[in-house]
């Protein structure tokens, strides 16, 4: 039976991996790409696509011969942002937020150390910048990723800066783990979190942990904008509005069956 049950796992995750590679790709995809990237022989990565078309998590487009991820998964993901994502909860403190500072505002979830970029709202100028609800991106060079990763629990925090990549994206980047530790520290102590153009060059962010009753870290807020617009100091003015919209939100989340 355990042997079965391993298995089963073993197929699952084979199939969440499939769906993940298509996912990444941010376009429909031809089944000789996937083949291309893949670890599984053509028949097993044939039969796991068949199976996930056949229940609706992929779409196939039979004129072009793509797939891509299905209404299924579409319905899935609509139900995960409802239920266990903070965003439902947080829409209207971000919108009024947005409104006020007139400057994009990110709301964002921490996934195994990295970030989860779960709703965004817009001023009336928008930037184009990588993030967008749904995307992941990393932790240590984004200012929603430290200002989660600061507020952990000890062994919660070294398991995430574990789990960095430390890729150097601008010359701000922080690429060691002492670096990123000390930073932490700083960010715990003041209680806001700066992005000084270290994952993108050009933005520029200030973000606060979004915290429970409790102390646990269950998201971060972040004012975002570009050099061109702004500067750190300029975005300092905010703090109070940004600190005092991040609690607000746990205050609302508190009421909620927040998941752990």
């Known amino acids: ?3 079965a049950e391993r298995g089963a796992d073993g197929t699952v995750g084979k199939a969440l991996n499939i769906l993940d590679q298509i996912a990444e790709f941010e376009r429909p995809v031809r089944f000789g790409e996937l083949l291309a ?39 899935l993901a609509h139900a995960a942002w409802r239920q266990s994502s903070l965003a439902p909860v947080a829409r ?4 009024a937020l947005a409104s006020e500072v007139q ?15 779960v709703d965004k709202r817009m001023a009336t100028n928008p930037l184009e910048m990588f993030s967008q609800a749904g995307k992941i991106g990393p932790g240590f060079c984004t200012g929603v990723g430290k200002a989660m990763m600061a507020f952990l629990e000890d062994e919660a925090r070294e398991d995430a800066i574990r789990r960095q990549a430390f890729l150097q994206h601008t010359p701000n980047t922080l690429i060691t783990a002492d670096a990123l530790r000390a930073e932490l520290q700083t960010i715990r102590r003041e209680g806001i979190a700066f992005d000084r153009e270290e994952h993108e060059p050009g933005i520029i962010c200030i973000a606060s942990p979004i915290l429970s009753e409790s102390g646990r870290v269950i998201g971060a807020l972040s004012i975002t904008t570009s ?7 300029g975005l300092l003015p905010h703090r109070p509005l940004l600190l005092k919209t991040a609690s607000e939100i746990a205050t609302a989340a508190e009421t909620w069956q927040f998941p752990s």
């Open 103 to 117: 400057e994009t505002i990110h709301l964002a979830q921490l996934d195994r150390g990295q970030v989860l970029y």
């Open 37 to 75: 990237n893949s670890e599984h022989p053509k028949a097993t990565l044939y039969r796991l696509v068949q199976s996930l078309t056949n229940q609706g998590m992929l779409s196939y487009d039979e004129e072009r011969q793509t797939y891509a991820p299905g209404l299924r998964l579409v319905r």
């Open 227 to 233: 050099t061109q617009r702004q500067s750190l100091d």
């Open 1 to 3: 039976m355990a042997a």
């Open 92 to 95: 209207p403190f971000i919108d």
